[in-house]
Each structure stands twice: as C-alpha cells, then as structure tokens.
C-alpha cells in the first residue's frame, strides 16, 4: 500500500462544476503538499499546508491531521484547469516527499 | 527571487550511453537539492537529496548517480543507461523541511 493515496485517479468535468479531489496518508507529516502538473510535465507548487484550510483563488485546500485527510477543492472549474493534481507529504522523520500517483482532471467546455 | 534551472526538455540516448542532466537554482543559498523520477504511469519518485555541497543520499539504489559540485548545482548522471532509466526527471529545491518547493521543469529522457 502506497504511503500516500489520492482519489479519483481520473476525474471528467464540465467547466462550471465543483471539483474535489482527495488524499490519504498513512505517516506521520509534518506537511502537506498540493502540486499541479501541466501536460509539458512541468510541476507547479500550489499549496503547502500543516492544518486547516488555504485558498487561493478558486482553489481551496483542506487537512485533517487527526484523519489523515487533505482534499484539493476547485470552484468554477475551467478547461485551463485541465491538469494532473499531485498531492506530496513530507513524514516527520523524512527529508524529501512523498508523493502520490496524482489525479488526472479534465475540464470541457 | 528564486529560480531554477533544469536542462535539456528532452533527450533520446542509447542504451550503454551516459547521461548528466544539470539542476542549477539562482537566488538562494544552501538549498535542499532533490532528484526525483516519473516513470509512465507512476508517481513522482525520490532518486538523490542534497543538503550541500558534496552531500548526496541515495534514495533507491539504482544505475544513477548525483553530485553537488557548487552550492546551487545538482547534477544527475549515469555511466551506461539502461532502456528502464527512461522517464520524466525533476529537480527541486526547498528551502529547508518546513519549506515550500520549487521544480524544474523537467527532462523527458528516452533510452531507446
């Protein structure tokens, strides 16, 4: 079992909708970490959290320290958003992240 | 501010070629360094970390190598790639554990 799992793998969505996108951990961390990923590969740092809530726009991130729970939240989804979402944690004894396999989102119009 | 740079985008080689792909941050000083892989279909994986110059970890063992020459440079090399080293390498650099990333934008390596 993978230290870190996200769902759905694959998420389809007409532009307007509300989109969620969850994760799951299974170490202790000192930090959560949401990460967008275009289709030319590069990786962009959308949020760092450690507790409750972050929002930025139209996303908005949220943590459940005692569940061991994040979920990446986007109001008003647009086709730009069409993205993989990777979520990473950092555990409390590691150095580097870890990260999950990522959810592939796609927006139409 | 903070900038990283990663080159080549993409690279076909041979399989028994070597490699050195090169990481170089700018506007920062003794950062965390990382290498990290993205084979087809799988997560981002962790290759090599630095926390200086000449310090490297080895994550999973492998027929990669890294070394930190300066500061703000992070290289990535192998002697004879082999065709399961191709993949999507990413380097990144924090600022310390407590600390935000930043990646590079990537190399698409394709042994063939």
């Known amino acids: 079992k993978n230290e870190v799992e996200q769902s759905p793998q694959n998420l389809t969505a007409q532009e307007g909708e509300f989109i969620t996108i969850n994760c799951s951990y299974s170490?202790?961390?000192?930090?959560l970490h949401w990460l967008q990923q275009h289709p030319g590969g590069g990786i962009v740092s959308l949020f760092m959290?450690?507790?409750g809530k972050k929002k930025h726009g139209r996303l908005i991130a949220t943590i459940n320290i005692q569940e061991k729970h994040s979920s990446l939240h986007i109001t008003a989804s647009h086709p730009r958003d069409s993205a993989v979402y990777i979520c990473?944690?950092?555990?409390?004894?590691?150095?580097?992240?870890?990260f999950g396999k990522g959810t592939t989102l796609s927006v139409s119009s | 501010s903070q900038t990283i740079h990663q080159w080549p985008a993409t690279l076909v080689q041979p399989v028994g070629s070597p490699l050195s792909l090169e990481c170089t941050v700018e506007?920062?000083?003794?950062?965390?360094l990382y290498w990290y892989r993205q084979a087809a279909g799988r997560g981002l994986q962790l290759l090599f970390y630095?926390?200086?110059?000449?310090?490297i970890s080895s994550e999973v063992p492998q027929n990669l190598s890294a070394s930190r020459p300066q500061d703000r440079q992070f290289i990535l090399s192998s002697k004879k790639l082999l065709l399961s080293d191709s993949g999507f390498y990413l380097c990144a650099w924090s600022g310390g554990l407590n600390y935000g990333y930043t990646f590079g934008s990537g190399t698409r390596l394709t042994v063939v």
């Open positions: 170490v202790g961390i000192s930090a």
């Open positions: 630095s926390v200086g110059i000449g310090q």
């Open positions: 506007g920062t000083s003794n950062p965390n």
């Open positions: 990473a944690v950092l555990s409390q004894a590691g150095t580097a992240l870890i």
């Open positions: 959290l450690s507790s």
